[in-house]
């Protein structure tokens, strides 16, 4: 015969649960947490619990996602593009106004040189004089000042003013015979054009040997447009 089962052991393992649902903590009168109750729906079970997110909804968000980022990282980088070019210009514009001033001031300075120059040409440039006018012309150097004009180089319009000329069967090209005033610039830039006197060669110099033999192919010419006349 089976036993019968002793008074009260069912009875504790199948007693009634109790469960303390109030909001506030008697003890602490603090507000509770609502505790999660429901367990994560497993993968690919049917239905879903209330506000879960479908996958569909979690590719669409990455996907706005990647495309606000996209915006953004485009305009980081016109942004830069922009900051980089407005630098670029204002260090232009920086040493542009620093030329244009030191032009200015060196403008000013050019009546001075000239006169130390003529001094030097006449032997007058000597004690004082001479160590004020070498010190005024080395800080000028330093500042990128250049003089230039030679007797015997070529001509150029760009930075030769010719205020004389002549025919010379001593040159082959236009050249520059004698200096009047010296030329002055600043890299590529011509503060003062030289002020010469050029010449070119003379007329028939150049094809001189050319011209008779010109002038019988035209005689040639000329000869045989009578013979076909008559």
Known sequence: MTNPPKTGEGEEREGPVIRDKRRIDPETGEVREPAATAAPAAPGAAGSAPGATAPGADDGETTALKTQLAERTADLKRLKAEYDNYRKRVERDRVAVREQALANVLNELLPVLD?????????????????????????????????????????????HEALMHAYSPEVTETSVTDVLQPGYRIGERVLRAARVAVAEPEPGAATGGAEPGAAGSADDQNGGQAGGDA
């Open 115 to 159: 006169d130390i120059g003529r001094a030097r040409d006449h032997d007058e440039l000597v004690g004082g004089f001479k160590s004020v006018g070498e010190a005024l012309e080395a800080v000028t150097g330093k500042l990128g000042l250049q003089r230039y004009g030679e007797k015997g180089e070529p001509f150029d319009p760009t930075v």
